[in-house]
T-cell receptor
Framework: GDSVTQTEGQVTVSESKSLIINCTYS????????LFWYVRYPGEGLQLLLKVITAGQKGSSRGFEATYNKETTSFHLQKASVQESDSAVYYCALRPGTGSNRLTFGKGTKFSLIP | GPKVLQIPSHQIIDMGQMVTLNCDPV?????FYWYKQILGQQMEFLVN????????KSKLFKDQFSVERPDGSYFTLKIQPTALEDSAVYFC?????????????FGHGTKLSVL
């Protein structure tokens, strides 16, 4: 079946430094999957951060970017300068390119600032 | 922003009993989902529901599981009878459309403890 692997556990970075959370995927469908980053801020429900449905394209939102790389089957999340409000749990996910609305999630990566 | 509400946040039940998890989706949304997350693992797709019917379900959606939206408001997941392995956090989600432009809104989850 489909699978998503992302940076495990927790990532800590100093304020205004850059952040990268790695995500790689494996999809069984012939059609290229759609790729997503979802985020759960403290006390809130999971919400969409960004998505890219076409291989080779880049998605961006709230200063975050992710590029859909079909050669390396990766969709890494990056931000050039993080701040306290970015503290959250980030989930990479994929949906098959055709025929299904089910999302396959990674285990989540918790990001917080170095105090 | 739009909210999906799940009540209660925690439910404790004895093995073999029936339980119903309630979800109040975003108004005017048409697509509804349940996901299951066992402690320490990733969130996994259970089922999606549209126009009064189950559209897709996973192997995790056992015969003991059922979903409905009886009065056009709450979307429910019923487990009858419950088993120990049903202990998990169950997340409800809704969206206004399916396909490539789909954007899911998730609830905070209901933690189900089967004793």
């Amino acid at each position: 079946g489909d699978s998503v692997t992302q940076t495990e556990g927790q990532v800590t970075v100093s304020e205004s430094k850059s952040l990268i959370i790695n995500c790689t995927y494996s999809a069984t469908s012939i059609a290229y999957p759609n790729l997503f980053w979802y985020v759960r801020y403290p006390g809130e429900g999971l919400q969409l951060l960004l998505k890219v449905i076409t291989a080779g394209q880049k998605g961006s939102s709230r200063g975050f970017e992710a590029t859909y790389n079909k050669e390396t089957t990766s969709f890494h999340l990056q931000k050039a300068s993080v701040q306290e409000s970015d503290s959250a749990v980030y989930y990479c996910a994929l949906r098959p390119g055709t025929g299904s609305n089910r999302l396959t999630f990674g285990k989540g990566t918790k990001f917080s600032l170095i105090p | 922003g739009p909210k999906v509400l799940q009540i209660p946040s925690h439910q404790i039940i004895d093995m073999g009993q029936m339980v119903t998890l309630n979800c109040d989706p975003v108004s005017n949304h048409l697509y509804f989902y349940w996901y299951k997350q066992i402690l320490g693992q990733q969130m996994e797709f259970l089922v999606n529901f549209y126009n009064g019917k189950v559209m897709e379900k996973s192997k995790l959606f056992k015969d003991q599981f059922s979903v409905e939206r009886p009065d056009g408001s709450y979307f429910t997941l019923k487990i009858q009878p419950t088993a120990l392995e049903d202990s998990a956090v169950y997340f409800c989600a809704s969206s206004s459309s399916g396909g490539a432009n789909e954007r899911l809104f998730f609830g905070h989850g209901t933690k189900l403890s089967v004793l």
